[in-house]
């Protein structure tokens, strides 16, 4: 039996809009670290010229359901302006006749967005310090503890047993 994004991949085959593919990163290596991949299956998906990871079911109903709602021709400027909100296409509109302040503005939210990846790397690196060293304090003061505990338990009370 194929697996499920194979069989949501002959569903796509005649769309226009829609393309499901899949990469090897044993060779595709480079390309697979640039988007974030880090295990594997992974399903990401691309939307308004951002990649995505998929979050969902991974059988094939669910992934259907994902790309039937989410997939496909979406509000764009100006090729979809049909399938926006007037708010969506004023603002759009707005932005479109400034290019320069465009480039600026899309600039600033990707570098927050990478800023608080950063952000959250470096302060996972030290919970991972701070976890080991915490690991290894438990770890030492364990070893310590038992040292004599075999020897203590070893002593006959009263009746010839231990109390313990």
């Known amino acids: 039996m194929k ?60 992934l259907k359901e994902f790309a039937d ?32 302040e465009l480039k600026a503005e899309i600039k600033k939210h990707e570098d927050a967005i990478q800023k608080l990846n950063d952000d959250f790397d470096e302060a996972l690196k030290e919970l991972q310090a701070t976890y080991e060293k915490n690991q290894e304090t438990r770890d030492n003061g364990i070893k310590e503890a038992k040292k004599p505990l075999s020897l203590l338990k070893a002593i006959k009370i009263g009746d010839g047993k231990s109390e313990l």
């Open 69 to 100: 709602e989410n997939l496909g021709p979406s509000c764009s400027y100006p090729d979809n302006q049909d399938l926006c909100s007037e708010e969506q296409l004023a603002t759009m509109k707005e932005w479109a006749a400034k290019p320069e």
């Open 3 to 62: 697996p499920a994004w194979d069989q949501l991949g002959d569903a796509f085959s005649d769309s226009k809009t829609v393309l499901i593919g899949d990469v090897d990163c044993t060779v595709h290596q480079s390309l697979c670290s640039e988007h974030g991949v880090k295990g594997y299956p992974t399903i990401k998906y691309f939307t308004n010229g951002d990649w995505q990871d998929y979050q969902g079911g991974r059988d094939y109903d669910a």
